[in-house]
């Protein structure tokens, strides 16, 4: 979509079965739509000012600079104080435990998503590491999985949309949510939608236990980056920027890493008479 | 609050500061006119590498390791390059009194902001793995790893044009630290009416320890 289209900029709210709980998300993108304000694009006559423009891609770059002030407030009072606080009291054991915990709840989705974008064996690992941390690491407190030759690996909805060949479209900062694009949020309406999570319980407890696990996990997440945040806030002259400049480089790599992951789903030590595809290299063994 | 895409993000974004001072040691070689190739820069890098890390962890004062990791900036990396590359069309706008003293505030911040956080870099381990060639110089591929962190994969862009293999870039998990900072200062001078001389009074700032932001 053109990078000065302001109408483009809501994002896509796709169709999902849990419209009660996708209300916040829904109202978030309401929000986005109506209260966004266009950047003003530079004259013609000045050809680099334009192509800086274009190439930034944030056509509602006032509205998005609310939000991250917004996000900001939110986090100088309550998330960072928690994070750093969860930091310094609980030991890194616990936390690294805890982390292993949050990862495993969220294999299902990942796995779903492996299988969509059609890579088998990146569908292998999640699975193994489901079954093998859910077992022998109890309940996902320890990642015997990685040790075992499973590793982890990132994904996500946004990642299947791209690997499905959806663009990116313009920056989105979302409130809560932080950098975003509208495939992106469309991604994550999507891995809200099949998240087994979203889906067992209606009771007050599967709430609670539900509304636990996101603080949680943003609490965690959090935790891991108080020293990287930091260091942008202080030595970004425009931190918003620079966020959005690593914000859209790690994705691109992410995908890309993806779209490069073809690796064999026959084992090495299959007879490679039997095996389609190239014969294996003398000596191959599982990566 | 920022969503969990950013966190690993930013942890990489950590990866993409502290391992900018990882800024390998270049012996001084001589002038060679021609491209560097594949297996300098790879050597180069490991060289570097290992320099980087006695430097890092070897006894003396955090003082020490600073001026020493200081020594292995000037050689090692190509900080005008980097400079030049950061201020993309507006280095042309720029007077030659101008370029000079962004040049040399640039050269300043980036030190500091590497041998700052010499601490951070205790235990650091670097392994080379591959180059390959690219059109604005060679990528030597590595695996990084800091005590307690998953290992990160870090490329090192190497060229030759300022005489010597010298890094021009430090790509971490796929974010480009020039093109960061790039991308930094054309908003910053974007919302500043393209005036350079007001990022250079920001450098200033920065350079001498206050907020610039």
């Not at chain 1, 986005?32 to 274009?54: G, I, M």
């Not at chain 2, 942890?11 to 491209?35: G, I, N, Q």
Request: charged share 20%.
């Amino acid at each position: 979509m053109p990078p000065n289209d302001c109408r483009a900029a809501s994002p896509p709210t796709r169709p999902a079965p849990l419209a009660r709980r996708m209300l916040p998300m829904l109202l978030c993108g309401l929000a986005l739509a109506t209260l966004a304000a266009c950047a003003t694009p530079p004259p013609a006559s000045d050809p680099d000012a334009v192509a800086d423009f274009r190439e930034t891609n944030d056509p509602i770059e006032p509205t998005n600079r609310v939000f991250y002030a917004v996000n900001n407030g939110i986090d100088t009072v309550l998330l960072r104080p928690v994070a750093t606080a969860y930091r310094d009291v609980v030991p890194e054991a616990v936390r690294s435990h805890v982390h292993s915990f949050l990862v495993n709840l969220g294999n299902p989705v990942q796995l779903i998503n492996d299988v969509l974008e059609a890579k088998p064996r990146r569908a292998g690992d999640t699975l193994m590491r489901l079954v093998v941390n859910t077992t022998f690491g109890i309940g996902g407190i320890f990642d015997v999985a990685t040790d075992w030759g499973w590793p982890d690996h990132e994904n996500d909805g946004g990642m299947t949309f791209a690997v499905w060949g959806l663009g990116d479209g313009p920056y989105l900062f979302l409130p809560i949510l932080g950098p975003s694009s509208p495939r992106d949020a469309a991604g994550f309406a999507s891995d809200f939608a099949v998240s087994p999570f979203s889906w067992i319980g209606v009771g007050t407890v599967a709430q609670a236990l539900s509304y636990t696990k996101t603080a949680a996990s943003a609490v965690d997440a959090r935790a891991n980056v108080i020293d990287a945040l930091d260091k942008i806030t202080s030595q970004a002259l425009d931190p918003y920027a620079t966020i959005r400049s690593l914000y859209r480089q790690h994705r691109d790599s992410q995908i890309e890493d993806l779209r490069a992951d073809n690796r064999r789903t026959v084992p090495a030590w299959f007879p490679a008479a039997a095996a389609p595809g190239p014969t294996p290299a003398p000596g191959a063994t599982k990566p | 609050m920022t969503g969990p895409n950013t966190m690993t993000l930013l942890s990489r974004r950590t990866a993409l500061v502290l391992l900018a001072a990882a800024a390998p040691l270049a012996a001084s070689a001589p002038a060679r006119a021609a491209e560097v190739s594949p297996d300098q820069a790879t050597d180069f890098i490991g060289r570097t590498g290992r320099d980087l890390m006695t430097a890092v962890n070897g006894a003396g004062s955090t003082q020490d390791k600073a001026a020493a990791l200081q020594g292995i900036i000037d050689r090692a990396v190509d900080v005008n390059q980097i400079a030049r590359f950061c201020l993309g069309r507006f280095w042309r706008q720029a007077s030659p009194a101008q370029q000079q003293d962004y040049i040399d505030l640039f050269h300043r911040v980036l030190v500091q902001n590497i041998t700052g956080k010499v601490g951070d870099y205790q235990g650091v381990t670097l392994v080379v793995n591959r180059a390959t060639a690219r059109e604005d110089g060679v990528a030597v591929t590595t695996t990084v790893t800091r005590p307690n962190n998953a290992p990160n994969r870090v490329d090192w862009l190497v060229s030759n044009e300022s005489g010597a293999p010298r890094i021009i870039d430090v790509i971490a998990e796929g974010t480009s630290l020039r093109l960061t900072q790039r991308n930094d200062y054309t908003a910053y001078l974007g919302r500043n009416n393209n005036d350079v001389q007001a990022l250079i009074e920001a450098l200033k700032k920065q350079a001498n320890g206050q907020p610039a932001g």
